[in-house]
């Protein structure tokens, strides 16, 4: 199995930066890519980056040069550095693992943007 464990979540303003963490822990070598997730209010939820284990990255267009995901291989750790934060972006982040067999996920944080 394959543990999430997120933080960095908050209250910011519009304009404001956050920078969510992921730890990963489990069968850390099962792990594919790993990314970030997201589901504003009464909205499903949706991508928003996503890194490979060779390091190739995938944004959504709503966030593309705003948000920067990254990793840190020796700490098992993902990273999603948020700026220029809008509103909008108000939702609950999930950090995201996926193996061969399926896809593993975090409890959830918080990301609250006001104008």
């Known amino acids: 199995q394959v543990q999430l464990v997120e933080s960095g979540g908050g209250l910011v303003q519009a304009g404001g930066s956050l920078r969510l963490s992921c730890a990963a822990s489990g069968s850390i070598s099962s792990i594919n890519a790993m990314g970030w997730f997201r589901q504003p209010p009464g909205k499903q939820r949706d991508m928003a980056a996503i890194?490979?284990?060779?390091?190739?990255?995938n944004y959504a267009d709503s966030v593309k040069g705003r948000f920067t995901i990254s990793r840190d291989n020796a700490k098992n750790a993902v990273y999603l550095q948020m700026n220029s934060l809008k509103p909008e972006d108000t939702a609950v982040y999930y950090c995201n693992a996926r193996t061969n067999g399926r896809n593993w996920w975090g409890q959830g944080t918080q990301v609250t943007v006001s104008s």
């Open positions: 890194i490979t284990n060779g390091g190739s990255t």
